[in-house]
């Protein structure tokens, strides 16, 4: 029984661990609180794909009286209750490539992010220009000013065992 325990409390330690990293780097002077608009980006970088509407819901209940801000105390519990129930699961790698190769209609291998933009923005559960911005930095080849989404698909989803 020790073991399990230690195991849990191991398992448990680990979230934790990767939740601070991923909420420490959205931290806004110091004070381990973070602008309510991170907090999507933050719970993507941890593998979870919320709707819209889970994200409002999660956002209310860990938002600091309506501050715009929300603080590593109350995301933390909040956080780690969700991905241990797996609440929103990651999407299946193969699932993923499917969805970027309907878009690739020419199967280039890439699509350019003005492509992305318009499929991203106008289709589903629509992202704002400054997320597309922001995922754009991070995800398009600087050089060439692509987006290789098989390069990206292994960053884009998280092992379900973690």
Known sequence: MADSTQSAEAIVSDVHKKIKAAFEAFVYESNNSV???EIGTIIYSLGCFPTQANL???IAEVEEDHTGYIHLD???PAMTRVLLEHKFPSIPEDLLLQAFEVLDKENKGYLEPEELTKYMTQEGEVFTQEEMDEMLTA???HEKNLV???DLISQLTIDPDM
């Open 35 to 37: 602008d309510v608009r």
């Open 56 to 58: 409002h819901d999660l």
């Open 74 to 76: 109350k995301f933390l």
């Open 139 to 141: 995800l398009a080849d």
């Open 148 to 150: 290789y989404y098989k």
